[in-house]
């Protein structure tokens, strides 16, 4: 039995059944209290970790999560500078290659939106591919992570929760990943979408949110202060300045998200329990005075980054066996 959709590939995070994303959790509270029991799960396995556009804790972390299970890593940082991207090559004769020398899995991030998918279609049904990033598509890892933190403050499912996302919610997929998976997992979640005008939460989610019946706001003004007290989760995210090419674009664009940033008065006037995220890192939109708040989490919220990935990858490994011992039945 498949234990989600599209498995074993991590796409996209709507992907994901409510049974699985308990059980992953789960499994990451388990490892975080004993990673060393866990250690071998992953031995005799291969991870090429192919990057193509800059990364510290997704790379690092997911880097340690394979260590730590055991496996060997192959990582490829900068490829678009030093790698035979830089000659020409395609993500897809890059994954060729690896499947050539035997590697298991493949944890990518590149810079077009679909292009992992594209990856996993080349790698096939028996060598995993996890996206960790298609340029403004998703990035459903760092969805898993969040929410995992979510679910971490207020475990009970059905509790309505106000969630405000802040920042550029169409270029940042950090933003599409979490709307998709918050919406599938908490039926009572109302979501306040902050932007300025021209960067709207993507259509696409809208849509997926609306089709489930979910509540949501769009707003386009600055009103942080105002809706401070209504939020249960405030995740911030940064301006997706490297979208846009030319100099004075991004001077503009500073210049729009400036009164989008979070302010100690406005975070006085968040309610005790509510908590603080971002998907890290940060520029101005979250002052650094911030972060000695109580409801601040982000700091958190990155650690459960390295449980989580260990979890995810040992769920896959998991069912791979599972998967393949089924195969194997059936053909004896
Ligand atoms: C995010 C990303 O790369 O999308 N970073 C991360 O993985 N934690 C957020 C961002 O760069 O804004």
Known sequence: MMPFEGFPHVIQSQQFSISFLLELFRVANAIRSRPESYFGRLINRTVAILFDQPSSRTFASFVLACQR???????????????SVAKGESLEDTVRMFLEYDVDYFIIRWHEEG???????????????????DGPGQHPTQALLDTYTIW???YDLDRPIVVGIVGDLLNGRTAHSLAYLLGKLFPNVSFFFISPESARMKPAVIEYLHRH?????????????????????????????EYHDDDEQR??????????????????EMKPDAIILHPLPRT??????IDTNPRA???????????????LLERIENARISVLTENRNHEA
């Open 69 to 83: 299970l055991g496996a060997s890593v192959v990582p490829m940082e900068h490829m678009a500078r030093f790698s």
């Open 115 to 133: 292009s992992v998918a594209r990856a996993a279609e080349v790698a096939g049904p028996e060598h995993p591919v996890i996206n960790a990033g």
């Open 152 to 154: 971490r403050e207020f």
């Open 213 to 241: 019946s979910r509540h949501l706001q769009e707003v386009t003004k600055p009103r942080l202060f105002e809706l401070a007290n209504a939020f249960d989760v405030l995740y911030m995210t940064r301006p997706q300045l």
């Open 251 to 268: 001077t503009a664009l500073i210049e729009l998200y400036k009164p989008f940033v979070l302010t100690p008065d406005i975070v006085e």
């Open 284 to 289: 101005f939109e979250l002052p650094a005075e």
């Open 297 to 311: 989490r982000y700091f958190q919220q990155m650690g459960n980054g390295l449980w989580l990935r260990m979890a």
